[in-house]
């Protein structure tokens, strides 16, 4: 299976600030098969990106993924307050589905 | 507006068979568009695919679970389900329902509606 590891674990920002996050796969993401989710506690988690690069219906422009193959980021321009929350990259294009384990942007 | 939500014991034996429901509201499961997954998470950790049924009724699982699960179709209830046999404490987890469009690629375009989510806890 394609195990896809995040960094960091864990990102201390202030708001107005730059987030970069980082997704690296062990091997090639289909056909860049890649989705980016916000979850936070006690809640669903929602899709923000897929194929790499694509925003899903209603997501701001402030977030962004790109990349291809084995190395994928996630961008979120300028934090809001809301945008603290934990962060999980996805592969679906190659079964079995996989995710990453996850990067928490906190409040610095 | 499209909502799924999930349904079954919130406790179960080990040993014991799980068995959810999800409850699809707005978007019919036979429509071509999607495809219907359910993925768990155990509590404080991260996300874990069990598996997928088409809209054919045919299935996709995880080899790490695919031995003790069961995914199925309830057309005329718009529904569908996941059983897990000989479950342990390792299974305790929040269990979510989920859909993935299918409007630009036919792998998929994401899981777009989850459900809120079940807490499923495997204790005697």
């Not at chain 2, 499209?2 to 699809?24: A, I, N, Y």
């Not at chain 2, 003790?68 to 005329?76: G, H, K, M, P």
Request: charged letters at 15%; glycine letters at 10%; hydrophobic letters at 30%.
């Amino acid at each position: 299976e394609i195990v896809l590891t995040q960094s960091p674990g864990t990102l201390s920002l202030s708001p107005g600030e730059r987030a970069t996050l980082s997704c690296r796969a062990s091997q090639s993401v289909s056909s860049n098969y890649l989705a980016w989710y916000q979850q936070k506690p006690g809640q669903a988690p929602r899709l923000l990106i897929y194929g790499a690069s694509s925003r899903a219906t209603g997501i701001p422009d402030r977030f962004s993924g790109s990349g291809s193959g084995t190395d994928f980021t996630f961008t979120v321009s300028r934090l809001e307050p809301e945008d603290f929350a934990v962060y999980y990259c996805h592969q679906y294009g190659t079964s079995p589905l996989t995710f990453g384990g996850g990067t928490k942007v906190e409040i610095k | 507006q499209v909502q799924l939500q999930e349904s079954g014991p919130g406790l179960v034996k080990p040993s014991q068979t799980l068995s959810l429901t999800c409850t699809v509201s707005g978007a019919s499961i036979t429509s071509g568009r999607y495809y219907w997954d359910w993925i768990r998470q155990p509590a404080g950790k991260g996300l874990e695919w069990i598996g997928r049924i088409y809209t054919s009724g045919s299935t996709n699982y995880n080899p790490s679970l695919k031995s003790r699960v069961t995914i199925s179709l309830d057309t005329s209830n718009n529904q569908f389900s996941l059983k897990m046999s000989s479950v342990t404490a390792a299974d305790t987890a929040v269990y979510y329902c989920a859909r993935v469009g299918r409007y630009f690629d036919p792998i998929g375009d994401g899981v777009d509606v989850w459900g809120q989510g079940i807490t499923v806890t495997v204790s005697s």
